[in-house]
Each structure stands twice: as C-alpha cells, then as structure tokens.
C-alpha cells in the first residue's frame, strides 16, 4: 500500500524547493504502460496527452527500453568532440526520411529553435545582405528561451520581459497577404508550424502552405516548418510537413523524438549546408548517445507503412466517437491523426481537464476554449472508448 504520508512530503518538498512554474495535479505516479499511467494508490490513468505529446510509444516500449539500456551498459556521455554512432545511425534516418541534408542535435524543442534563428541569421548574413527579420504567425508556440518566446506570437508570454530582441513580425496563421505584407529585403525566414497545436489545435487551408513556399521562393525568404509537437507520425505521415505538399527548407523537431529523453533536432536542406560550419554553435549534451539510442529506436517502430495508418485511423476514429457524443458544450472538433482539438462553447476547458482526471482520463487545455488529445499511438481501442465517455461526463 502507498504511504500516505510519504507523498504528502514529496507535494510539500516539491512545493518548498521546485521553482514555481507549474501547477500540479494531484497525482504522484508510481509506474506506466502503454496508454496507462499509475499513481502510488494505484489508480490507473488512460493518458491522451502523453507527456504533452512526447510518449509516442506510450510508457515502457519495450523496444526503446532495451536501446536505452544496452547504451547505458557502455557509457552515458562522451562529448561531441568524438564520434557517435547513435548520433550518425539517428541522422541517417531523419535525413533519407525527410527532405534534410544534415542534422543538429540539441535538448528541447526551444533549443532547437533557436539554432534555427541562428542558421537564418548567418543564412542572411552571407547570401542576403544582412537579412534578418523572422516572421511568425500569431497564436503560435516556438518555446520559451528569450528568442523562441519572441518567435512565439502571443502577447501574454512577452508581458514581463520586454525589451525583446528584435527582428520578429507576426503575420496571420493561414493568410498568405498577411505573411506577404510583412515581407522586405531584411526578411529572412518564415518560421511557422504545420498545425497550431498549443495555439488551439488550428489547421491551415489546403492550398495555405504551397502558397506560402511559392511566395518564399519568390522573396528569397526561408521557411521553417516547427514540428517540435506535430512530427514523428502523429498525424499519419512521420512529419506533419507531408500531409500540405511543400518541403521546408528547415525543420525543428523535439518531444517525442527522445523516446522520453531529452533530445531535440534542426534538419536542414543542402542548401543551407555551407552557413554552419565548426565552431559556430555547439552543445555539451545535445544528441546525447543514450538519449540518440532512444530516438533510434523511437523512429524505426514509428515510421513504418501500419503504425502510420493506424494513428491516422485511430484518430479518425477517436474524432468520430467524440462528434457522435452531440454534446451541446462542444463546439468544434478538429483533428488530423492523434493531434486533436475540442473546442467548446465556453471558456471553461481547465474545468473539463480537471474533472477528467479525477475520472482517470489524462487531458489538457491548451486554450480557455479548448482540450488538446495527443495521446500515444499504441493507444487501444478500449481506452480510446472509456476515454470519450470520460470527456462527455466532464463536460456536463
């Protein structure tokens, strides 16, 4: 039997030493498999939100365990002076799966992005006159270091922090004047994800991204696809990037790629091969050889032709269940793959979450509007179904 006690300490030490930044739920979790989580009562949780979005083979994959494991028996850290094996055979496989000539192994997804900004910033340096400036789209999320929290185009984030550095402009997600307007001979990049996931789970127009890659070739401007939340099979394709016809010539990407350890990446296309070169950035622990075993083993279980039809049918189905509720507190629903968003009719989505969990079902707000589903890919059928009768009940 759990202690009690024992976790009663543990909420009160996390409380006296942790920095302040996240509100708890009540819940201290013991063991996880699969779609399941449980706490130290033994209460079991299905978890559609995965980690936020990093679980993708949900918890001890067996697989990715066994990777993490033998790499561990050998060593933990070497430093990026020395090659890595893990590093080059994870490389090998994000480049001939993606439109990518190199790769940039750094920690988190925020990192990532700003490696991104660097390579523009040199990018504009030698091949355009000294551009600079990034355009991103408002509502979106780039991470939360000072130059992704400028990137990321929502002002609640910025309030306390100004001066911001500058070089930044916010057009419109899925408006191509508004990108357009925003465009001068300082303009370097385009930065922008696929589908605005902490933004609300927005999805853009059909035709929105060929019209923007059309439109940043004419300019000579960069674009970025920001797949930290939305690639790696989520949405039925490995990168979300595949699912709008067009090809970034960079691409971040985090969360699920660590298996659950901290790694993240920057691809880039051959044609930004000769901004980088050695000194210009570098890193202690990004594309660490046990977190690279992981993503290794991550990406072999993920990219195959049935795990991405079935988060595509899971999803489809998931998106189905929860219309076939006609709940009248649902808005919206809106998906692609196991990326999905339930827009309600009120401001009242923490309420919703909130009362899930205590139900045993792992969900988010992302928006006051708006619950955010990104659960693991193996999740089954019979949790994907105790799952949306959970949700109806929490949104009475």
């Known amino acids: 039997m759990p202690d009690k006690n024992m976790n009663n300490k543990l909420k009160a030490d996390d409380k006296k030493y942790i920095g302040n930044t996240f509100k708890r739920y009540d819940a201290v979790f013991a063991k996880g498999k699969g779609a399941e989580i449980t706490d130290?009562?033994?209460?079991?949780?299905?978890?559609?939100?995965?980690?936020?979005?990093?679980?993708?083979?949900?918890?001890?994959?067996p697989v990715v365990n066994a990777a993490m494991t033998a790499q561990i028996k050998k060593y933990t850290h070497t430093s990026n002076w020395f090659y890595s094996e893990n590093q080059i055979k994870l490389a090998e496989l994000l480049v001939k799966n993606s439109f990518g000539s190199k790769v940039f192994y750094v920690n988190s997804g925020a990192e990532a992005t700003e490696v991104a900004i660097k390579i523009v910033r040199k990018w504009g340096m030698l091949h355009k006159n000294g551009a600079y400036k990034v355009i991103t789209m408002r509502n979106s999320f780039h991470g939360r270091t000072i130059a992704a929290l400028t990137a990321t185009a929502q002002e609640k984030f910025h309030k306390y922090l100004k001066p911001l550095p500058e070089g930044f402009m916010y057009a419109d997600f899925n408006n191509i004047s508004s990108v357009e307007k925003l465009i001068d001979d300082k303009t370097a990049a385009v930065l922008v994800e696929p589908i605005q996931a902490e933004g609300g789970v927005l999805f853009p127009d059909k035709n929105y991204f060929k019209e923007l890659k059309a439109l940043c070739e004419k300019k000579n401007v960069l674009l970025i696809a920001d797949e930290v939340q939305t690639g790696l099979g989520r949405t039925g394709k490995l990168f979300a990037y595949q699912n709008f016809g067009f090809e970034p010539d960079m691409m971040t990407l985090g969360k699920g790629l660590g298996g659950g350890l901290p790694l993240s990446?920057?691809?880039?296309?051959?044609?930004?091969?000769?901004?980088?070169?050695?000194?210009?950035?570098?890193?202690?622990?990004?594309?660490?050889?046990?977190?690279?075993?992981?993503?290794?083993?991550?990406?072999?279980?993920?990219?195959?032709?049935?795990?991405?039809k079935m988060a595509l049918t899971k999803g489809n189905k998931l998106m189905k269940d929860l219309k076939k509720l006609n709940n009248?507190?649902?808005?919206?629903?809106?998906?692609?793959?196991?990326?999905?968003?339930?827009?309600?009719?009120?401001?009242?989505?923490?309420?919703?979450?909130?009362?899930?969990?205590?139900?045993?079902?792992?969900?988010?707000?992302?928006?006051?509007?708006?619950?955010?589903?990104?659960?693991?890919?193996?999740?089954?059928?019979?949790?994907?179904?105790?799952?949306?009768?959970?949700?109806?009940?929490?949104?009475?």
Do not use: W
Not at 282 to 308: E, F, H, I, R
Not at 340 to 367: H, M, P, S
Not at 379 to 389: E, G, L, P, S
């Open 40 to 61: 130290t009562a033994g209460k079991k949780y299905i978890d559609l939100l995965a980690g936020v979005a990093v679980n993708l083979l949900g918890y001890n994959n």
């Open 265 to 308: 990446a920057v691809i880039i296309s051959e044609k930004l091969e000769d901004v980088y070169t050695v000194g210009d950035h570098g890193t202690t622990m990004g594309g660490n050889p046990v977190a690279c075993a992981a993503g290794y083993a991550v990406l072999k279980q993920v990219n195959t032709k049935s795990m991405l």
């Open 328 to 396: 009248p507190v649902i808005k919206d629903i809106r998906g692609m793959g196991l990326i999905i968003g339930v827009e309600l009719t009120g401001d009242n989505a923490n309420e919703a979450a909130a009362r899930a969990f205590k139900q045993g079902v792992i969900i988010n707000a992302c928006k006051p509007n708006v619950l955010r589903l990104v659960p693991p890919l193996i999740i089954t059928q019979k949790q994907a179904d105790k799952a949306v009768k959970v949700i109806n009940r929490s949104l009475a």
